[in-house]
């Protein structure tokens, strides 16, 4: 912004400034309305004349016999100008590109690049994909990563991935971003520096130039994390792209705007304005072609540049698709890492590794040196050749060679994703028919089965009908006792009256389930208080240091709020709370839908008997959701608002606190009781791998795929409302079992092991939520699972046959390979769908872990459609909502990505 300004000073500063550059003639400066004319001729003039319609004008008209100076026509001798002042009229010997050693050296590297990037994947010794686990080496147990050996050249990753086999796949991914995000720049710079050069000493070349200069006032490196991670970096490429590109084109700019800027008062230049060429036609035909061989060389420098900008921010943990965490151990911090072979992430935990396990270290930054070196001596040789006047690069590379290099590229892409086991694998997915998978919603969605809720007889019915299926569709058994269910103890809270709550203002009374609702907390809510309302915000917690919540906010060592209700706007501060003594809670949603939502509550109690005295301690409080309009009342006394109290929140230092007195007295309570051991079901079936034998190295079976639905729902309460719970989950369940058809009746034979699971996802289980279940527990219900079955993946189906949107969604937690799977098989069946926007919390990756901090153990994705949370545990959750379409584009993905996940070792 300075920068503008003072260019627009200078105008007043210095009358010069006001004149219009001495080579544009007066005629060419006209009124804005002009200006837009003369646009619109350009255009006209180049969509009716360029080389397509003089190739189809030519086609059409017979050739005469040629006149002796025919073609000396006047655009040949632009031409023959225009050639002298690009290179002298020479071309450069073969013994003088030989003597250019940066061009002959550089050349002879890229090459070697280009060969691992075409081959990399077969010229790597392992699967980039295959993690090992324990081995024996010189007789020890040996956990990863593993030094250099003939096993592995180069040593593995923390993960036991073989490093060879990372870089050498990963050269396709990271140079190839590297390309697009050049060409991003390249583009942008050469527009920008010829629109900038050509009207010099304009508003618009003024404002260009400003634009380029508060760029680069601004550190590439923090404005590139920025742009990233505020683009979203779960979306894969784009944002890298959109960002890197964005923030380095100014250089390029700069130095066409310069050469354009020289070659425009050249004579073949007024010749051609002279005889009546638009604008479009001089640059196309003469200022681009003259400036050519020197943007091949700012390329191929730029290559250079762009590859040290990944290697920084990969360094900083920021590379493509942000990364998922992996618990490496039960007490450990979570490893990040990605499941995709790329450069960036291999650097991104070399800070912690680097002196311990140096390879971790040595190779990949070698990798990033070798291509930068690369590319620097190369765009170095040909800058080198430009100078000495050569217009080889002119004759080698144009608008011809460029065209047919991109059609190869799209000609390939789509032969690839048409051709081969795809193809195949594409054409069984077609057999998927969404009329089965709508009657399977259908009969789960059937009333004897009481919404299939967790605490009810129906729950246990569906469990053993999804059973039945399994068995229908000759799926092995996979459960316990050569069944397909497998026996969980649940615990889980249940109201046993609806809530009451009262305001003593002299205002209308509360209603349940449209004002208020019961809270599902950490712990059990229970109890009842009458008592003054008391407003409590806590800023952000100080660094761990200790295992109580109040140790990271200070002041909350010594308050003591018995006998007050407290209001909170934020319901991550209830849990930090639940150590200070108070007689309930009170907490403010901005989502009205969540008060008439089906939950299951907690049945963790504080009251425990002290290890020590053997007398009770704690005592369990009512907690209960109220609207902003509730919250609102509760303070109106005090002149604030819901919306001021947060803000002064987010304005608070860490581990400081404020307060409010309303005044006001209010009174609630809740009844509920603790189910501490209800039986539920796990159906569990599996199509075994059948590529492999034990010990043979390319074993495939012994990877197994997880597919997830959840099939029950939140326990009954005292409301006498129905919830039929069809999409949240039937739908997922129905999808799935016409996905299991699909794969049986195609016969189709996976290599990898296929698990599917219809589970219990509500309430507790050894005081853990079941929620997202541990998908270890579900191989522990048949023999010899467990020890010999390896998590490759896990895709979660939930919420797929309707929503407010108008696409699939995919979310995969960091898992790049998963989501561009899933996104790729979407499209390939004719679904649209969209990457879901997930952020991730950059504080995760620079703290020092925690090992409270759990990770996957295995990367996973979540097939839903686009807005089904809306309708999820409401009344409104019944089959009217349920598209035959939507089942039909989630079956036919998921289908599609199955076969080629179970079919293909590397996908």
Known sequence: MVNILIEISYRFIDPRTREAPAHLASHRRHSPLQSVKDLGLDVKDYLTDNALTQWIQ???????????????????NDTLE??????????????????????????????????????????APRSPYTTQGLEFIDGQLTAPPFGPSAGFPWGTDVLGRDLMSLIFTGAQLTLSLTVLVVITRMVLGI?????????????????????????????????????????GIRQGLWPFIVSLGFIGWGETMQYVRGQVMTIRPKSFIESAIAIGARTPRILGRHVLPTISSSLISIFALEMGAVLMLLGELGFLSIFIGGGAF????????????????????????????????????????????????AF????????????????????????????????????????????????????????????NAYRYVEQLADGKYEARAIGTEGVTAAALDIAAEFAALKLQPAGEKLTFLQERTRTFGRLEAIPKLSIEDGQAPVVYGEDFA???????????IGGTVRYVGLGPPLPRGGFGGSFRHPDLRYVDYSGEILLVTDPRDVRTLRNVPHGGVLVVTDEPDLLNRRITLSNRTQARPSPLTGFVEGEDTPAIWITEDVANRLIANSGETVATLQQQQDNLQAGAITELDTGVQAYLRVESSAEEQWQAFNVIGHLPGTYGTGGEEGQ??????????????????????????????????GVMLEAIRVLQETEYTPKKTLLFVAYSGEGWEGGESVSNPDINKFLQAKTGFAANLEPEAIVHVRGVGGGSGDRLEI????????????????????????RSDEPIDISIIYEEGSVFESGQDAPEVRLTWLGWEESARLPTDTLDNISVDNLDDAGRTLALALMIMAGERDY
Request: proline residues 5%; glycine residues 10%.
């Open 326 to 373: 992996y618990e490496l151990e039960t007490f450990a911090a979570p490893y990040h890492y990605s499941d995709v072979p790329e450069w960036g992430a291999l650097l991104s935990n070399i800070r912690t590794y680097s002196r311990a396990y140096p390879w971790l270290t040595l190779f990949p930054t070698l990798a990033f040196f070798f291509a930068i070196l």
């Open 376 to 435: 620097n001596l190369f765009g170095e040789g040909v800058r080198r050749l430009v100078d000495s006047g050569s217009l080889v690069f002119n004759r080698i590379i144009n608008r011809y060679t460029i065209g047919a290099t991109a059609l190869f590229i799209v000609g390939f892409g789509w032969l690839q994703s048409n051709s081969g086991t795809i193809a195949f694998y594409r054409q069984h997915a077609q057999e998927y028919n969404s009329q």
């Open 82 to 123: 225009q050639a002298a002042y690009i290179g002298g009229g020479g071309r450069a010997s073969f013994k003088t590109l030989w003597r250019n050693f940066p061009l002959v050296v550089g050349g002879i590297l890229v090459l070697i690049l280009l060969v691992i990037v075409l081959f990399g994947p077969q010229l």
């Open 700 to 733: 495939l079976d012994n990877k197994v795929i997880f597919v997830l639905a959840q099939y029950d729902s939140p326990p009954p309460g005292p409301e006498e409302e129905d919830y039929p719970a069809v999409n949240d989950n039937a739908s997922g369940v």
């Open 518 to 528: 019961a809270y599902p907390g950490y712990f059990m809510s229970l109890g009842e």
């Open 58 to 76: 030519r086609s059409r008209t017979r050739p005469e016999t040629a006149a002796v100076f025919s073609g000396m026509n006047q655009g040949e």
């Open 191 to 231: 527009l920008l520096g010829v629109i900038a050069g050509w009207t010099n000493g304009s508003t618009l070349d003024r404002i260009i130039v400003g634009l380029a200069e508060i760029l680069s006032a601004i550190p590439t490196l923090l404005l590139a994390m920025v742009l990233i991670l505020a683009l």
């Open 811 to 834: 979310s995969s937690g960091g898992s790049l390979r998963l989501a561009e799977l899933f996104e790729s098989t979407a499209r390939r069946m004719g679904a649209n769908v969209v």
